[in-house]
């Protein structure tokens, strides 16, 4: 009964995260800091758990950004893996390639992207995406910044168990803000809002939101709120899911 419970609560959490990547917050995966040139990471896990079924879940996310003054290029992966013997639980992927331009030295970018993922619990064989569109940087100083999005891209989806395809043109909007409170408090936040062009009553929307506080000079608290919701999903999809959670971060040395 344990291991029941463990595995449904483990399912659970990797299921939100399938459910909420059908909008991928661009936003939480650029570098912000001064550096031009190349940059980037990867990130990946792996392991195991060796109970009546031994079970193994595997994780890969590498990312690699260029940044100029005038050109931006970003390159994103995310593979995610659960299963057990002869039975998977979770299955997803997501590749995001994404280009922008300054225009004329101000604060207004054109970018454009494309993407191409898949998803088992959102029954999503292949979804692919093409877009373009301006990106504007309304506000920064003193450490606060703030970018408004807008986008129109063609979507391509193919399900697995309805056998169904849609074809599908969307606006993407799109709000992202950094700011700092007296220097002891963070709050973060991006929200999409994704209409389809034909049907603004076909709509999705996320939203990412992020709080730090900085107690101690060697102890911060964070809270995150994540949400997610489809006014058309898939059949046996939920339309609203979301997730919060509660932790804290200790910095050591001086």
Do not use: C
């Not at 890969?60 to 005038?70: C, E, L, M, T």
């Not at 408090?185 to 389809?196: A, H, R, S, V």
């Amino acid at each position: 009964m344990r291991l029941n419970s463990f595995l449904l609560f483990f399912i659970l959490i990797i299921s939100y995260q399938g459910l909420h990547a059908q909008i991928v917050n661009i936003e939480n995966r650029r570098i912000y800091d001064d550096t031009s040139g190349w940059s980037g990471s990867l990130d990946g896990s792996f392991s195991i758990q060796q109970n009546s079924k031994l079970f193994y879940n595997l994780g890969f996310r590498p990312r690699a950004q260029f940044k100029s003054r005038k050109n931006y290029i970003l390159a994103i992966g995310d593979v995610s893996y659960t299963g057990s013997q002869g039975q998977t639980y979770a299955n997803s992927g997501m590749i995001h390639f994404r280009y922008a331009r300054r225009i004329k030295n101000g604060p207004w970018k054109w970018e454009s992207y494309t993407q191409t993922q898949y998803n088992q619990l959102l029954d999503q064989k292949n979804r692919t995406l093409v877009g373009t569109g301006l990106r504007w940087k309304f506000v920064d100083t003193n450490h606060i910044r703030g970018f408004l999005g807008s986008s129109v891209f063609y979507e391509y989806e193919e399900l697995r168990v309805e056998k169904t395809f849609h074809n599908d043109v969307r606006w993407s909007n799109y709000i992202s803000w950094f700011l700092p409170i007296k220097k002891i408090i963070n709050f973060t936040g991006t929200t999409y809002y994704q209409p389809l062009l034909k049907d603004f009553s076909d709509f999705r929307f996320s939203g990412n939101y992020g709080l730090s506080i900085l107690v101690s000079k060697h102890l911060d608290l964070r809270f995150d709120l994540n949400l997610f919701y489809d006014s058309n999903p898939p059949e046996n999809v939920l339309n609203l899911v979301y997730s919060t959670t509660v932790g804290f971060r200790v910095k050591l040395g001086e």
